[in-house]
């Protein structure tokens, strides 16, 4: 029991480390002008040299937030599973980790144009920044599609007061908008990026709430 109130806690250190990051790292990016557009790659490139500094602490935060993300869903899916719920938490928590590792992957495209950024003059650094960027888009992309799915197999499986449990998938419903709005309006711009950050909030809420259950002693089947 001792072990397992250990693993909960650290659970819900991991879910609240990540939302505290993401949070932090949003409040960055909004108001600097570093939500960047594929579709203006040289005003992209001139924010990021720009403002070089607040671009990497965004970066870290960032990392921060879905490596942890990564690591609480690995925890998650170490339990036993007896039962259809159990079964339920176990692939919410690998879908929260495979959420996690994509948006690691976008992290990671957003690195690269750093190093673009420094070299803005470089042969087809705008082309190549772009890419860079339409290929983050979508990996952070799949990440909520991913995170949407951890987030309504979580809310079913976690043994939770029945208002929780709808909040969890109502927030899941508003993070598969965020992620539709690039499908359904063709294209990317800092006021989409703006629209599906706000639209993953709930989300985000809503695991650092299961967070601090973990940590005040919720059970899981």
């Known amino acids: 029991m001792n072990d397992l109130n250990s693993r909960d806690r650290l659970t819900g250190a991991l879910l609240l480390t990540s939302l505290v990051a993401m949070i932090a790292g949003a409040a960055i990016v909004v108001p600097s002008g570093l939500t960047l557009?594929?579709?203006?790659?040289?005003?992209?490139?001139?924010?990021?040299?720009?403002?070089?500094?607040?671009?990497?602490?965004?970066?870290?935060?960032?990392?921060?937030?879905?490596?942890?993300?990564?690591?609480?869903?690995l925890l998650m899916t170490t339990r036993r599973t007896e039962t259809f719920r159990s079964y339920l938490v176990t692939l919410g928590g690998g879908l929260l980790a495979c959420a996690g590792l994509a948006g690691l992957l976008h992290d990671a495209g957003n690195?690269?144009?750093?190093?673009?950024?420094?070299?803005?003059?470089a042969p087809a650094a705008a082309t190549v920044a772009s890419a860079v960027m339409l290929t983050a888009k979508w990996g952070v992309n799949l990440a909520g599609l991913l995170w949407v799915a951890a987030t309504t197999a979580t809310a079913v499986g976690v043994p939770l007061p029945s208002r929780l449990r709808v909040t969890g998938l109502i927030a899941a419903l508003a993070g598969l908008a965020a992620v539709?709005?690039?499908w359904t309006t063709g294209g990317s711009s800092a006021e989409l990026e703006q629209l599906g950050y706000a639209l993953h909030l709930p989300i985000m809420i809503w695991y650092g709430v299961l967070g601090r259950r973990y940590q005040t002693g919720i059970q899981l089947p």
């Open 111 to 121: 690195l690269a144009l750093t190093q673009l950024a420094s070299r803005p003059t």
């Open 37 to 73: 557009n594929p579709s203006a790659p040289d005003a992209a490139l001139a924010a990021v040299g720009e403002r070089a500094g607040l671009h990497l602490t965004e970066l870290a935060l960032d990392v921060l937030g879905w490596l942890t993300l990564t690591s609480a869903g």
């Open 180 to 182: 539709a709005l690039p």
